[in-house]
């Protein structure tokens, strides 16, 4: 059942294809932004998914999230994420990232919990207009 303060912690080591300067976010070597983004999204869809229906999942539909440090090749990172606020299938976290060194991100992340079938379907009929 899902309920306000379901916490979630995912973990990785920085590798050469999360540097900025390989997956286009920057030229320097350093964590990109777009991998903390997906550390966060993933700490907080996989915090709730043990208490979603069949057939459900959630998708990430807003981020307001401050990269304030910047982490190197090699150093674990981690992202955690507490659920705050559920309205209907709106789901509302409290997100942070960090490294050995300490705070690298924070900020807020909603997600919507959608029916997978349903949801492929009207996505893909976009390709018939």
């Given at each position: 059942?899902?309920?306000?303060?379901?916490?979630?912690?995912?973990?990785?080591?920085?590798?050469?294809?999360?540097?900025?300067?390989?997956?286009?976010?920057?030229?320097?070597?350093?964590?990109?932004?777009?991998?903390?983004?997906?550390?966060?999204?993933?700490?907080?869809?996989?915090?709730?998914?043990?208490?979603?229906?069949?057939?459900?999942?959630?998708?990430?539909?807003?981020?307001?999230?401050?990269?304030?440090?910047?982490?190197?090749?090699?150093?674990?990172?981690?992202?955690?994420?507490?659920?705050?606020?559920?309205?209907?299938?709106?789901?509302?976290?409290?997100?942070?990232?960090?490294?050995?060194?300490?705070?690298?991100?924070e900020g807020i992340h909603e997600r919507f919990i959608i029916d997978m079938e349903k949801f492929q379907s009207k996505t893909d009929s976009k390709k018939a207009q």
């Amino acid at each position: 059942m899902l309920e306000a303060g379901i916490k979630g912690r995912q973990e990785t080591v920085v590798t050469e294809e999360q540097l900025a300067v390989n997956v286009g976010s920057g030229k320097v070597r350093v964590f990109a932004t777009p991998m903390m983004i997906a550390l966060i999204e993933k700490t907080a869809s996989l915090s709730v998914e043990p208490e979603l229906g069949e057939g459900q999942t959630t998708v990430g539909t807003l981020l307001n999230v401050s990269h304030c440090s910047a982490t190197p090749l090699g150093m674990k990172v981690w992202a955690e994420s507490e659920l705050v606020e559920i309205d209907r299938r709106r789901l509302v976290f409290k997100v942070a990232a960090f490294d050995e060194a300490g705070l690298i991100g924070e900020g807020i992340h909603e997600r919507f919990i959608i029916d997978m079938e349903k949801f492929q379907s009207k996505t893909d009929s976009k390709k018939a207009q």
